[in-house]
């Protein structure tokens, strides 16, 4: 089966512009993930969705990041403006309604200048 | 909400010895603990998992523990090898929340 796609792989922006990154789950994953992962440290969840409904956004800094998921299937996080803390590497994970297991993109890996 | 507290942050082992990392929770509704290893650049890989209602897993040369009364588990690398260096993260899942550890950069010395 295909697994969890995203893009950009790489992005350099300067601090106060904006950015968008897009994630495509695996068919079928009712629950996707949006993760920051600072170097060094584990994945913190951003926001997570049911479907096309917000789960849990509490860690997500609502003045700048913002995520939608459409349709239930894709999903865009944005950062507007951002900030040289922001950079890191964004995770996006789906997991089947079902199940446990959660599967991971490649990431986006964020630089603010 | 949960808190994942894991150690050591880095641990250095000999080829063909045995590396634990050890990791701790706090929310005793937590019913699911996966292990994964990321290797420099690459996403999260899902190496092992075990469910609250088991104390032990077993695959190959890796284990996992569970104290659900101490709230601790760990994992366990015998014969460990130089593919084996990478970080690793422990996990607490509870209502498809995950909370990870911060880590743990394991360095296999051949």
């Known amino acids: 089966e295909a697994g969890v796609a995203q893009s950009p792989r790489y992005k350099i922006i300067e601090k106060r512009q904006s950015v968008a990154f897009w994630c495509n789950p695996i068919?079928?994953?009712?629950?996707l993930y949006w993760y920051q992962q600072i170097l060094g440290q584990g994945p913190k969840l951003l926001i997570q969705?049911?479907?096309?409904?917000?789960v849990d956004d509490s860690q997500l800094p609502k003045d700048r990041f913002s995520a939608e998921r459409l349709k239930g299937v894709d999903s865009t996080l944005k950062i507007q403006p951002a900030k040289l803390e922001d950079s890191a590497v964004y995770l996006c994970?789906?997991?089947w309604g079902g199940g446990e297991t959660q599967y991971f993109g490649p990431g986006t890996r964020l630089l603010v200048l | 909400g949960e808190n994942v507290e894991q150690h050591p942050s880095t641990l250095s082992v000999q080829e063909g010895d045995s590396a634990v990392i050890k990791c701790t929770y706090s929310?005793?509704?937590?019913?699911?603990f996966p292990w994964y290893k990321q290797e420099l650049g690459k996403r999260p890989q899902l190496i092992i998992d075990?469910?609250?209602?088991?104390g032990e897993k077993k695959d190959q040369r890796i284990a996992v523990t569970l104290n659900k009364t101490a709230k601790h588990f760990s994992l366990h690398i015998t014969e460990t090898q130089p593919e084996d260096s990478a970080v690793y993260f422990c996990?607490?899942?509870?209502?498809?929340?995950?909370?990870f550890g911060t880590g743990t950069s394991l360095t296999v010395i051949p």
């Open positions: 969705f049911q479907n096309n409904g917000v």
């Open positions: 068919s079928g994953h009712a629950t």
């Open positions: 075990i469910r609250s209602n088991v």
């Open positions: 929310d005793s509704a937590s019913n699911y």
């Open positions: 996990a607490a899942n509870t209502g498809n929340q995950f909370y």
């Open positions: 994970a789906s997991l």
